[in-house]
């Protein structure tokens, strides 16, 4: 069965610092990966996507993620977090192998930034 | 285009007692998944709907279940209430067949005493 680690639990940052959030995966087929946010009191939200071409992909606030396939990882960066960046982040896995739309998710990584 | 929405919002059952959520997706989705989640087990897949079709189902007991409707809405339903079934019950609609973008409503608050 395929699963997704996080390494980083929880995060603390001061405003301006730099971030990268670790995701591994374990599944060794084709997998679509996502990065999910859920800022406190608020629904899970799309962050960004990737399905195939570019590995770097770039999607909202200022969010980016490198696919390396190599290494089974999809880590989340951004150059310099804001205090609204305190959320939980969550990393997403569907295989491409198998009918549906099951995701499977990391544990998640509580980011807090210091204002 | 409105978002996923889940009805209620919040509950609060004790024991034995048996509960029905509402979801419904976002217009013209028909893929609709439902999820747990929980301090302790983080997120985790119950169940996913297509057509009125269950075509995945998660490592849950057959307490728990669902169904989906014609015009795409879907009921999930938990029987005999125990303790450790308290979480926020996330539902999301995707519109592809396949290992599509999923988008989540706000979830229902489930507490059980």
């Known amino acids: 069965a395929q699963s997704v680690s996080q390494h980083n639990h929880h995060v603390i940052l001061s405003e301006a610092a730099s971030l990268e959030l670790g995701c591994n995966y374990s599944?060794?087929?084709?997998?679509?990966l996502f990065w999910y946010v859920q800022y406190p009191g608020q629904h899970l939200q799309l962050l960004l996507k990737?399905?195939?071409?570019?590995?770097l992909v770039k999607g909202i606030k200022g969010f980016e993620a490198e696919f390396i396939k190599s290494k089974f990882s999809f880590n989340l960066r951004k150059p310099s977090v804001q205090w609204s960046d305190t959320a939980e982040y969550f990393c997403a896995v569907i295989s491409r192998n198998n009918a549906g739309n099951m995701l499977t998710f990391g544990g998640g990584t509580r980011l807090m930034v210091k204002p | 285009k409105a978002g996923v929405t889940q009805t209620p919002r919040y509950l609060i059952k004790t024991r034995g007692q048996q509960v029905t959520l509402s979801c419904s997706p976002i217009s013209g989705h028909r893929s609709v998944s439902w999820y747990q989640q929980t301090p302790g087990q983080g997120l985790q897949f119950l169940f996913e709907y297509f057509s009125e079709t269950q075509r995945n189902k998660g490592n849950f007991p057959g307490r728990f279940s669902g169904r989906q409707f014609s015009n795409s809405r879907s009921e999930m339903n938990v029987s005999t209430l125990e303790l450790g079934d308290s979480a926020l019950y996330l539902c999301?609609?995707?519109?592809?067949?396949?290992?599509?973008?999923?988008?989540f409503g706000p979830g229902t608050r489930l507490t059980v005493l």
């Open positions: 990737y399905f195939s071409g570019d590995p």
């Open positions: 599944y060794g087929g084709t997998v679509n």
């Open positions: 999301a609609s995707s519109s592809q067949v396949n290992t599509d973008t999923q988008y």
